[in-house]
């Protein structure tokens, strides 16, 4: 089973700031990677998908980019409003779909 | 527009079953693999099961193998989780979502508001 190691597990910043979460996969999954983000109380959202396609609808400050076991979230000026917790999951040949453990965003 | 509603949770006894229900609507359920995601409270996401769009394919998470079901009626626009043997670590609020393909390998790109299954004595 492919492991999904998310860093930072949590993280305060500004708003404005650019934000970087990564998500390293335990074995390569070429571009099968999606970025979802959860609000507290709500279903999560996706907001990436295929490493770096954003999802219709979703700010353009949010972009994916990597490829094989190595890929990054990154919000280019940080809003109140993206305040979550925001999840990497893999969805390459094999089951399980695996989430990675979430990073908590917060807004310092 | 897209919508996903489940149902069939609430309270259950450790080695019990229960059967989640999940209707679709404003697309046809036929032409997506769908999921279904659990999270336990406090907790991370878990990926429980998926089915591809006609059901000839269905994978699960090791947690769950051999306990749980997933299903679909195309023809109700409904996807179903059957969940036999229930434990207590079954405790979480359960997520239906549609893939963005046909295929099973693919993201969750719409979800339900979930439903809460409590496994208790």
């Known amino acids: 089973d492919v492991q999904m190691t998310q860093s930072p597990s949590s993280l305060s910043a500004s708003v404005g700031d650019r934000v970087t979460i990564t998500c390293r996969a335990s074995q390569r999954i070429s571009n099968f990677l999606a970025w979802y983000q959860q609000k507290p109380g709500k279903a999560p959202k996706v907001l990436i998908y295929?490493?770096?396609t954003l999802q219709s609808g979703v700010p353009f400050r949010f972009s994916g980019s990597g490829s094989g076991t190595d890929f990054t979230l990154t919000i280019s000026s940080l809003q109140p409003e993206d305040v979550a917790t925001y999840y990497c999951?893999?969805?390459?040949?094999?089951?399980?779909?695996?989430f990675g453990g979430g990073t908590k965003v917060e807004i310092k | 527009q897209v919508q996903l509603v489940e149902s069939g949770g609430g309270v259950a006894q450790p080695g019990t079953s229960l059967r989640l229900s999940c209707v679709a609507s404003g697309f046809s359920l036929t032409y997506y693999g769908m999921h279904w995601v659990r999270q336990a409270p406090g907790k991370g996401l878990e990926w429980v099961a998926v089915i591809s769009y006609d059901g000839s394919n269905r994978y699960y998470a090791d947690s769950v193998k051999g306990r749980f079901s997933i299903s679909r009626d195309n023809s109700k626009n409904t996807l179903y989780l059957q969940m036999s043997s229930l434990r207590p670590e079954d405790t979480a609020v359960y997520y239906c979502?549609?893939?963005?393909?046909?295929?099973?390998?693919?993201?969750?790109?719409?979800w339900g508001q979930g439903t809460l299954v409590t496994v208790s004595s």
């Open positions: 999951q893999e969805y390459n040949s094999a089951p399980p779909l695996t």
């Open positions: 979502a549609k893939g963005n393909s046909a295929s099973w390998a693919a993201p969750a790109v719409d």
């Open positions: 295929a490493a770096s």
